[in-house]
């Protein structure tokens, strides 16, 4: 894991994950390129009245610098979901947090569902799931892998399976237990060929699905053609703008909800 990698949480409280296994290539350019744009969007001109600096731009996480095992169907999710849901009585967040479930007669469950998955253990998905929960704001960044995600990321949002089953098997869970509220995702996909009607279309309902989980709106997605060598997008000014322009929308919602 790279020492960035370490810690992802961050002031701006937008994650940013590039998730192409080829480094340096168009996904890790656009995951750049939004980052800056957010920082603009959060500084939202203020930096020509008093000079703030560059200190908000969202550091960019590679997948690829984390080993996340894929789920293998378990249900301990599911059944954490219910011991929960089935508690005696309500649980306080710390009760939930503090691994405390068993006084609460909830016997054998742990405490943070998604960080109690047996696959947290040993691998490095718990640092992830945890900043998909507290972020405010995602920028997902992918290539296209036969018309889907690259298994590297598909992994990660099998994984979404934790937040789900709460989700499902215990509605309400997420906001009084994560405190999960209008969090957004943006996607941005590149793709190499230039045609293709539903070129996108798996990896997009992939997507909505998995992170229904953590109640994630998905804005307008970035959908981006032709890019295929590990240098096409960085040649082509225009879409270097777009996706610009699309960090800068994230950018002021995020300075939005810090301002109210
Ligand atoms: C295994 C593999 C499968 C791919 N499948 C598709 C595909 O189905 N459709 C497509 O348009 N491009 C496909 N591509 C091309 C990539 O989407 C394209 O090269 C993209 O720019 C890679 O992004 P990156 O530079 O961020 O790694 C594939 C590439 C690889 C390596």
Not at 43 to 63: A, H, M, N, W
Request: hydrophobic content about 40%; charged content about 20%.
């Amino acid at each position: 894991m790279s020492p960035q990698a370490a810690s992802l949480s961050n002031q701006a409280n937008c994650l940013v994950l590039s998730c192409s296994p080829r480094a340096g290539g168009n996904s890790d350019t656009a995951a750049r390129l939004f980052s800056e744009g957010c920082a603009q969007g959060l500084r939202g001109g203020r930096e020509e009245k008093d000079g703030e600096g560059q200190e908000k731009s969202p550091p960019v996480f590679f997948l690829r610098d984390f080993a996340v095992e894929p789920c293998i169907a378990c249900d301990t999710c599911g059944k954490i979901a219910l011991l929960l849901k089935n508690a005696n009585h309500q649980l306080t967040l710390r009760e939930f947090a503090g691994n405390d479930l068993e006084r609460t007669g909830a016997r054998n469950a742990f405490a943070h569902p998604a960080f109690h998955c047996p696959l947290t253990q040993s691998d490095a998905s718990a640092l992830l799931l945890r900043a998909f929960v507290e972020a405010s704001s995602i920028c997902l960044v992918s290539p296209v892998y036969f018309y889907h995600l690259p298994a590297m990321c598909k992994a990660l949002l099998d994984r979404m399976q934790t937040f789900w089953r709460l989700k499902t098997l215990f509605p309400g869970s997420g906001k009084r237990l994560f405190a999960l509220q209008g969090k957004t995702c943006r996607v941005i996909l590149v793709a190499g060929q230039k045609q293709g009607r539903k070129l996108f279309a798996g990896a997009l309902l992939s997507l909505k699905y998995s992170l229904s989980g953590i109640d994630a709106r998905l804005p307008e997605p970035l959908l981006l053609r032709a890019l295929d060598a590990p240098d096409d997008l960085s040649r082509s000014p225009e879409l270097m703008e777009l996706i610009r322009a699309y960090g800068r929308e994230a950018g002021a919602e995020l300075r939005a909800l810090q301002e109210n």
